[in-house]
T-cell receptor
Framework: GENVEQHPSTLSVQEGDSAVIKCTYS??????FPWYKQELGKGPQLIID?????GEKKDQRIAVTLNKTAKHFSLHITETQPEDSAVYFC??????????FGDGTTLTVKP | AAGVIQSPRHLIKEKRETATLKCYPI?????VYWYQQGPGQDPQFLIS???????DKGSIPDRFSAQQFSDYHSELNMSSLELGDSALYFC????????????????FGDGTRLSIL
């Protein structure tokens, strides 16, 4: 089955700095890679996703890059704000649809 | 916009009791997924349904069962509850995740927090 590794497990940045979270996956059949933000007491919220036929996608301050050959993908948050503080999960999916999640990254943005 | 609705939000049970969790997907979504999230852990896939048929099965114990109804809502039935079943249970919904189709974004509810005493 699919295995997703996520690094770092914790990340602390100063407001305004950039944050980068990296994930690797094992199954070359995986073709869809979403990123979720989870705040305390809430469910994971989809913030950006990328498909295997695309190398990069951007949405305002958030971008995701995918390297299919190396089987890794990364989340980039620029101009971080305190409200970006949360746990972020990457995930990988094949054609059946079940998500395999990374272990999560706790991001803290200090004012 | 309408989101995934889960009920109840909190549930307290004792060992060996049963529990039923409910999930109402986003309107027109025909696929639901159930996940279990332990404290400080990532969500673990349990089971999914597409058009009322089970589409995939993950690490769901035999004590648990689930189904999707004609109105696309889903219920997770849990029996002989154990202390280790204490967790957050999330439901997610999406459009058409049958085998071979392109994955569609999954939208999560805010979960049911199940506590076993």
């Amino acid at each position: 089955g699919e295995n997703v590794e996520q690094h770092p497990s914790t990340l602390s940045v100063q407001e305004g700095d950039s944050a980068v979270i990296k994930c690797t996956y094992s199954d070359s059949a995986s073709n869809y890679f979403p990123w979720y933000k989870q705040e305390l007491g809430k469910g994971p919220q989809l913030i950006i996703d990328i498909r295997s036929n695309v190398g990069e996608k951007k949405d305002q301050r958030i971008a995701v890059t995918l390297n299919k050959t190396a089987k890794h993908f990364s989340l980039h948050i620029t101009e971080t704000q305190p409200e970006d503080s949360a746990v972020y999960f990457c995930a990988a999916l094949g054609n059946v649809g079940k998500s395999t999640f990374g272990d999560g990254t706790t991001l803290t943005v200090k004012p | 916009a309408a989101g995934v609705i889960q009920s109840p939000r909190h549930l307290i049970k004792e060992k060996r009791e049963t529990a039923t969790l409910k999930c109402y997907p986003i309107p027109r979504h025909d696929t639901v997924y159930w996940y279990q999230q332990g404290p400080g852990q990532d969500p673990q896939f349990l089971i999914s349904f597409y058009e009322k048929m089970q589409s995939d099965k993950g690490s769901i114990p035999d004590r648990f069962s689930a189904q999707q109804f004609s109105d696309y809502h889903s219920e997770l039935n849990m029996s002989s509850l154990e202390l280790g079943d204490s967790a957050l249970y999330f439901c997610a919904s999406s459009l058409g995740a049958q085998a071979g189709a392109s994955n569609q974004p999954q939208h999560f509810g805010d979960g049911t927090r199940l506590s076993i005493l």
